[in-house]
């Protein structure tokens, strides 16, 4: 069973920053895709950023520029740096870990951002 704990949500004003880390526990298939995706309210799940046990990234246009995803294999570990923070980046934002046929997620963390 995977297990994915995020933490680093919190509120910020526009034009902050946070940093999400999310660690996963667990059998983990090496070679894998890890990344972000985000729900706002009366929205639909969207992805944020992923990235791939090679480093690969891929970002949604709305926060290319804005946001670093990282990851450390050895810790099993995810990160989301977030810049330049904006009203509408607020929402819930959820972990997920992807290989073959297995997609699993953390509970989430609120991103707040308000003045």
């Known amino acids: 069973q995977v297990h994915l704990v995020e933490s680093g949500g919190g509120l910020v004003q526009p034009g902050g920053s946070l940093r999400l880390s999310c660690a996963a526990s667990g059998s983990i298939f090496s070679i894998n895709v890890m990344g972000w995706y985000r729900q706002a309210p009366g929205k639909q799940r969207e992805l944020v950023a992923t990235i791939t046990s090679g480093s690969r990234t891929n970002y949604a246009d709305s926060v290319k520029g804005r946001f670093t995803v990282s990851r450390d294999n050895a810790k099993k570990t995810v990160y989301l740096q977030m810049n330049s923070l904006k009203p509408e980046d607020a929402a819930v934002y959820y972990c997920?870990?992807?290989?073959?046929?297995?997609?699993?997620w953390g509970q989430g963390t609120q991103v707040t951002v308000s003045s």
């Open positions: 997920n870990v992807a290989w073959g046929p297995y997609n699993y």
